[in-house]
């Protein structure tokens, strides 16, 4: 991510050059409202102008997002006709002379296949033509062309062939981060499939059995064991959003305890300890309750007495704190490290690497699990979660029914 973001410095230090020259070139004496100098005033108004166009092309590079962004990339370089293109056709043409652009599409095949900019003259048999240079730039990310950024001008311009190379850069730059929330999207999305595919089939039998159970001595407790089914497995797996609130992940968990405690009865005792202010804070989706169901298995595994799981979720300033603890058989930490280092899978349900990785990937390498654990010394489990993460947004509430 260092890379990224100096290669992001790299492409941003360029654009002001360009729009400083630009500043220069068109910046009259006025008045700023203290915004200092003309050449103060222009380098404002290029950053002004580079944060509007960003947006669209963080969703990529298509004709909708081409259209968004064309006009104040234009401005950008002060030309009079810019056009966006992919590797096929050209996307938009802003401003004049588009007349050319059978023509443009002509002459981008050496520079969308070389990945190499170039200029030219245009041809063109219509006297009052105001455009008679093309400068290309290529879209470039990984070392593959997306498309090209063509700017007209009236006349060869050695300055506008650089202005041009670094504003592509720049959008170069936004198509990068765009391909990189697509490939964060998609992974995930893989993981929460992942994760829907792992859980465990003996509970859903097992939970089944339960209330199949109850259905003939008590039909009243078999039909509320039956609505904490339905409602675990609707939020389990329902099919919009990558995260989720603490308060409904929590719902959902308390929808798996009632019938785990109505399989175990007295065996398992649960504390929960929730603090209010915590409640709205977003997480990935599906993150908490494979640790509550990992206490479940590991708290009662091997025992033949009571076991107690506490779920804790604490104000800690700007993070929020989630303990989960249990007092069962515990594990080698040797073990457990393999275990989340992916070398080892675990028996069943859904393994504690699944979910460091996903906090990992989402908020950075501080905020992974801290697990304490020994052999007969039962766990306990950590998890903090910054009360605000830029992109991470819950969906509406799914309420349980």
Known sequence: MSGFIAGLCVAILPLLAAGFWLGRRTARPQNLGGLGTPVEHATFQTLHTASLAAPPLRAGLTEET??????????????????????????????????HRTEIMERLAGPLESGRGEAFRLTCDAPDCPVHWAVVAPLTVDDRVHGALVACAPRESAVLVRAA?????????????????????????????????????HFIFNSLAV???????????????????????????????????????????????????ARFGDRLSVTLQIAPEVLPVALPFLCLQPL?????????????????????????????????????????????????????????????????????????????????????????????????????????RLTGG
């Open 211 to 261: 209330i199949a159970s109850f259905v003939r001595t008590d039909p009243e407790r078999a039909r509320e064991l039956l609505l904490e089914f339905a409602d675990f497995t609707r939020y389990s797996f329902r099919r919009h959003g990558d995260f989720t609130t603490l308060a409904d992940e929590l719902h959902a968990i308390d929808h798996y305890l009632a019938l785990v405690r």
């Open 66 to 99: 081409a259209r968004k962004s064309a006009r104040r990339l234009r401005t950008l370089l002060g030309t009079d006709a810019l056009c966006l293109t992919d590797q096929e056709q050209v996307l938009v043409w802003d401003g004049v002379g588009d007349h």
């Open 292 to 396: 509550v169901e990992n206490a479940v298995k590991h708290g009662l595994e091997g025992k033949t007495d009571k076991s107690h799981i506490s779920i804790t979720a604490q104000d800690a300033g700007a993070e929020a704190l989630v303990v989960i603890e249990d007092d069962g058989a515990g594990m080698d930490p040797a073990l457990l490290r393999r275990i989340l280092a992916g070398e080892v899978s675990p028996s069943g349900g859904i393994g504690l690497s699944n979910v460091d990785d996903r906090l990992r990937q989402v908020y950075g390498d501080d905020y992974g699990l801290v697990i304490e654990t020994a052999v007969g010394a039962g766990m306990k489990i950590t998890a903090r979660l910054p009360k605000y993460q830029p992109g991470v947004h819950s969906a509406s």
């Open 165 to 201: 190379q670094e504003v592509a850069r720049w959008v170069s730059v936004q198509l990068e981060l765009a391909d990189l929330d697509q490939s964060r999207t998609r992974l995930i999305e893989a993981e929460i499939k992942a994760l829907r595919a792992q859980i465990s089939p």
